[in-house]
T-cell receptor, first 116, second 118 residues
Framework: KAGVTQTPRYLIKTRGQQVTLSCSPISGHRSVSWYQQTPGQGLQFLFEYFSETQRNKGNFPGRFSGRQFSNSRSEMNVSTLELGDSALYLC???????????????FGAGSRLTVL | AQTVTQSQPEMSVQEAETVTLSCTYDTSESDYYLFWYKQPPSRQMILVIRQEAYKQQNATENRFSVNFQKAAKSFSLKISDSQLGDAAMYFCAYRFLYSGAGSYQLTFGKGTKLSVIP
């Protein structure tokens, strides 16, 4: 069973540009969550998508957005990049079976974004 | 708001010895999940162990076990017979038990970097 796939693994952008990151969840998983990881702030929740709907969003500016497609694949977009957006962006999927189980998150290997 | 605190930024252990990583959390909820995730240099976050707050019995997974003290809001991870492959960042995380239409977001601690000495 394939894991969570994130692309690209590494990318370099300059300030003011925008970036789109992609996440393909484990087959059958309907929920995709995104986290930002930085040395200073640690792991912070960005947003979660389930059934193509954003369920919750963390405390990030509107430059951070996302979407989910009918096949559960998700993309996140960061516009007008700032130096502080340099981070590892982790995607995680879960079955999100309502009312049952721990709905454990399975993470991808992340996309390392460097903003120059 | 829920918070998770890992007070040990770095720890080291001799190969084959036992080490305990500490985690405390703050929540007003009575039902929740707690997790330990491992992040090796490859960056892939891997679930080590999970604990349901309504279960009094401490979770165990092979060489990994937890000491869950609900009243003290403490959730420590014990690694027995440490191996070189255990070297990684370890993150403690919290999540609500019931989400309904809401989110399954995790709240993470800052992490503990574990080194294993041969």
């Amino acid at each position: 069973k394939a894991g969570v796939t994130q692309t690209p693994r590494y990318l370099i952008k300059t300030r003011g540009q925008q970036v789109t990151l992609s996440c393909s969840p484990i087959s059958g998983h309907r929920s995709v969550s995104w986290y930002q990881q930085t040395p200073g702030q640690g792991l912070q929740f960005l947003f979660e998508y389930f059934s193509e709907t954003q369920r919750n969003k963390g405390n990030f500016p509107g430059r951070f957005s996302g979407r989910q497609f009918s096949n559960s694949r998700s993309e996140m977009n960061v516009s007008t990049l700032e130096l502080g957006d340099s981070a590892l962006y982790l995607c995680a999927s879960s079955p999100r079976t309502e009312g049952t189980g721990a709905n454990v998150l399975t993470f991808g290997a992340g996309s390392r974004l460097t903003v120059l | 708001a829920q918070t998770v605190t890992q007070s040990q930024p770095e720890m080291s252990v001799q190969e084959a010895e036992t080490v305990t990583l500490s985690c405390t959390y703050d929540t007003s909820e009575s039902d929740y999940y707690l997790f330990w995730y491992k992040q090796p240099p490859s960056r892939q976050m891997i679930l080590v162990i999970r604990q349901e707050a309504y279960k009094q019995q401490n979770a165990t997974e092979n060489r990994f076990s937890v000491n869950f003290q609900k009243a003290a809001k403490s959730f420590s991870l014990k690694i027995s017979d440490s191996q070189l492959g255990d070297a990684a960042m370890y993150f403690c995380a919290y999540r609500f038990l019931y989400s309904g239409a809401g989110s399954y977001q995790l709240t993470f601690g800052k992490g503990t970097k574990l080194s294993v000495i041969p």
